[in-house]
């Protein structure tokens, strides 16, 4: 009982200290240059919701689903449909492998988003933004932060 609990205990550790991490507003700055406020009709506040319910602003989370699919990075996006992780059958629609969407320098998945948010269904394609961000006064997410 003990081994088992050191070992959950050092397991979360590992966890943690992989965890990469980025703050609300630097995330904000660097949507803002890549032109994402106002893309596709989403402002920035849509996208820090999204980052914040999908994964905490945790560049390097990942995710596996019961049907064996992975989502990855900051914004969960998921290995069925829109990247390659060479584990399971990939439509990999945005062209990319999934673990470039976990680089910190966020250019693939800045990318990736935008084919994802281009297509039907927009930012309803992520569940989570659905229930948590969709139709709720979001302003507050840009708090403090400075678009420039």
């Known amino acids: 009982m003990a081994r088992a609990l050191l070992v959950s205990l050092v397991s ?20 803002h240059k890549e032109d994402l406020d106002g893309f596709e009709g989403y402002s ?9 319910v999908e994964s905490n602003f945790n560049l390097s989370k990942v995710n596996e689903n019961a049907d064996g699919s992975f989502d990855y990075g900051i914004f969960q996006i998921n290995s069925h449909y829109w990247c390659n992780d ?44 659905r229930l948590h961000c969709a139709g709720r006064p979001l302003s507050y997410w840009m708090t403090g932060c400075y678009k420039g």
Request: charged residues 20%.
């Open 44 to 52: 920035l506040s849509d996208w820090l919701c999204l980052a914040f």
């Open 86 to 129: 060479y584990r399971s059958h990939s439509e990999n629609i945005c062209h990319e492998d999934c673990k470039e969407l976990l680089s910190p320098n966020l250019l693939s998945t800045i990318n990736c988003v935008k084919k994802i948010v281009s297509g039907a269904g927009g930012m309803k394609n992520w569940a989570a933004w």
């Open 12 to 31: 979360c550790l590992v966890a943690i200290q992989e965890a990469r991490l980025i703050s609300r507003c630097d995330l904000a700055s660097v949507l």
